[in-house]
């Protein structure tokens, strides 16, 4: 279970972040959009047609509807558009060869079932495997949570999509089979939710050397996406996938994968912001294809 409390994600007033547009497939005619099967068994364009992302069943439960906290959800959002644009933001960013297919590197984790659960509860939302069966995941996220975001008219729907986000990277990501930092867990959670454009207006990448590498959420975000930029796009992709593949050791996962410990990565990403250098500079909107 990955709970998230509210400490690190009290909103702050500012102007909204606009969810970022999952962009229409392409209309080129061998290579079908997502989810599309041809039926066509030994057609040529089968064997290079890379795999196309999975479509996990979306379910929701609202518990109690005449709490405020559902009557602000509903307003603010429509529920199977949101659920359904962040599941594909979070395949894409972790899984994605581009906006419509998987990486045939990667590994999208077996995850078949989503079900968010609003209810009135302390924190913010956490994610779960259900009873059942570690592929059929839960999200719990708060009305108490939903009814108090601030203010409500400008920060509600970007806010309920930012941690639906979130959650949903905890139903999609790889963990080193439970070894890997709880931080570095949460800063990948947070540095997608970041890339969506979905980050609440108080998250700031910090100017100093303040705070570790595994802080986690929005602290972590900001150096995975500073390491994004360094190593290129899909760094943060390879960082999941090699928590697929190895138990976490941090002595060997980062000189592994980037050529350096992680501490000489931290170092040279404070030094990158305090000097202001360019890939220390925030991710837009814009950037994400
Ligand atoms: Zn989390």
Redesign the pocket.
Same mark, same amino acid.
């Given at each position: 279970m990955?709970a998230?409390n509210g400490t690190d994600r009290a909103t702050a007033a500012s102007g909204p972040a606009a969810p970022t547009p999952t962009p229409a497939p392409p209309s080129g005619p061998s290579n079908g959009p997502q989810g599309n099967n041809p039926s066509g068994a030994g057609s040529s364009d089968r064997v290079t047609e890379p795999p196309a992302y999975p479509k996990p069943k979306l379910r929701v439960e609202i518990r109690d509807l005449n709490h405020e906290g559902a009557d602000v959800f509903l307003g603010a959002v429509n529920l199977s558009a949101v659920m359904q644009q962040a599941v594909g933001n979070v395949q894409h960013l972790l899984y994605g060869r581009n906006a419509w297919y998987a990486d045939p590197a990667t590994h999208i984790p077996p995850t078949r079932s989503v079900t968010l659960v609003l209810r009135d509860m302390d924190g913010v939302a956490y994610t779960t495997g259900s009873e059942l069966d570690n592929d059929h995941k839960e999200i719990h996220f708060s009305l108490r949570y939903i009814a108090g975001i601030k203010p409500r008219k400008e920060r509600a729907t970007a806010e309920i999509a930012g941690v639906l986000t %979130? #959650?949903l990277v %905890?139903c999609y990501q790889w963990d080193g089979r439970g070894t890997c930092p709880g931080g570095l867990v #949460?800063g990948i959670?947070d540095w997608v939710r970041l890339r969506c454009a979905l980050s609440p207006p108080h998250w700031k990448r910090e100017p100093a050397a303040i705070g570790r590498w595994d802080g986690g959420y929005q602290h972590t975000a900001y150096f995975l996406d500073y390491l994004e930029r360094r190593f290129g796009d899909g760094t943060v992709r390879r960082i999941n996938e090699k928590l697929r593949l190895d138990h976490y050791d941090g002595k060997t996962f980062w000189p592994g994968l980037l050529g350096h410990s992680v501490e000489k990565l931290w170092e040279d990403y404070v030094d990158a912001v305090k000097n202001e250098r360019p890939e220390a500079s925030s991710v837009s909107a814009s950037e994400m294809s």
């Amino acid at each position: 279970m990955t709970a998230d409390n509210g400490t690190d994600r009290a909103t702050a007033a500012s102007g909204p972040a606009a969810p970022t547009p999952t962009p229409a497939p392409p209309s080129g005619p061998s290579n079908g959009p997502q989810g599309n099967n041809p039926s066509g068994a030994g057609s040529s364009d089968r064997v290079t047609e890379p795999p196309a992302y999975p479509k996990p069943k979306l379910r929701v439960e609202i518990r109690d509807l005449n709490h405020e906290g559902a009557d602000v959800f509903l307003g603010a959002v429509n529920l199977s558009a949101v659920m359904q644009q962040a599941v594909g933001n979070v395949q894409h960013l972790l899984y994605g060869r581009n906006a419509w297919y998987a990486d045939p590197a990667t590994h999208i984790p077996p995850t078949r079932s989503v079900t968010l659960v609003l209810r009135d509860m302390d924190g913010v939302a956490y994610t779960t495997g259900s009873e059942l069966d570690n592929d059929h995941k839960e999200i719990h996220f708060s009305l108490r949570y939903i009814a108090g975001i601030k203010p409500r008219k400008e920060r509600a729907t970007a806010e309920i999509a930012g941690v639906l986000t %979130h #959650e949903l990277v %905890h139903c999609y990501q790889w963990d080193g089979r439970g070894t890997c930092p709880g931080g570095l867990v #949460e800063g990948i959670a947070d540095w997608v939710r970041l890339r969506c454009a979905l980050s609440p207006p108080h998250w700031k990448r910090e100017p100093a050397a303040i705070g570790r590498w595994d802080g986690g959420y929005q602290h972590t975000a900001y150096f995975l996406d500073y390491l994004e930029r360094r190593f290129g796009d899909g760094t943060v992709r390879r960082i999941n996938e090699k928590l697929r593949l190895d138990h976490y050791d941090g002595k060997t996962f980062w000189p592994g994968l980037l050529g350096h410990s992680v501490e000489k990565l931290w170092e040279d990403y404070v030094d990158a912001v305090k000097n202001e250098r360019p890939e220390a500079s925030s991710v837009s909107a814009s950037e994400m294809s």
